[in-house]
């Protein structure tokens, strides 16, 4: 017979990755039979790739979700901002002139609605800008709940219940960062301001 045509039974072994523990106190694995078994203190790296990653990602999620209901409190601001940088970059401003002048305008509605509110004796003007800053960090509170209560896929009665849940939580504490950040104070008659206590 030919070379090509032999008949010839290679052995073939199945390949599979072998996990070796690597530790610090037992540097050379035992081998061999007879005797105890080793036990090593340390996991397989399969295991403690698994466990790092698990707690990566749920610190990852929740930081996420910090960020999104931190920033979603300032959501007037940030349409402030964005609608100003979208029409400064389309009027021909640049990149960086864009970003300035949007971050500008976020940070001067946000201060500029602190005075006023911290300013203003009149208890219906007060509720107005409250309202103002608190009504559209309510809508996004509102639509970020609804898009994480999607992920768990629950019930569409629970996704409403999370995502009502989500905007009052979100418009309550637009209203008290508000409200806490202007410091009320009483004029005496002398002129002189003292806090209340």
């Known amino acids: 017979m030919s070379a090509a045509f032999s008949t010839e039974v290679v052995e073939t072994k199945l ?3 072998q996990l070796r523990l690597v530790s610090v106190s037992y540097p050379e694995l ?18 403690t790739m698994l466990a790092i990653g698990l707690v990566l990602n749920t610190l990852g999620i929740g930081l996420f979700c910090w960020a999104i209901f931190t920033l979603a409190v300032y959501a007037l601001p940030f349409f402030v901002a964005l609608t100003i940088g979208m ?4 009027s021909g401003a640049g990149l960086l002139g864009a970003l300035l002048i949007a971050t500008a305008a976020g940070a ?3 201060v500029l609605g602190q005075v006023a509110f911290a300013a203003t ?4 003007l007060r509720i107005a800008i409250a309202t103002a800053f608190s009504v559209p960090a309510a809508v996004v509170g509102y639509q970020v709940a609804s898009a994480m209560s999607e992920i768990g896929d629950p019930s569409l009665a629970w996704r409403e ?9 979100i418009g309550v504490t637009s209203w008290t960062r508000l409200t806490v950040l202007a410091e009320t104070r009483r004029l005496e008659a002398g002129g002189v301001v003292e806090s209340q206590s």
């Open 15 to 17: 390949l599979t990755p």
């Open 161 to 169: 219940v999370f995502a009502c849940l989500g905007a009052v939580c």
């Open 108 to 110: 001067l509605t946000l």
């Open 30 to 47: 035992r081998r061999g039979g007879g005797g105890r078994r080793d036990w090593y203190s340390y996991a397989h790296g399969a295991t």
């Open 87 to 90: 029409t400064t970059f389309q």
């Open 121 to 124: 004796r009149s208890l219906a």
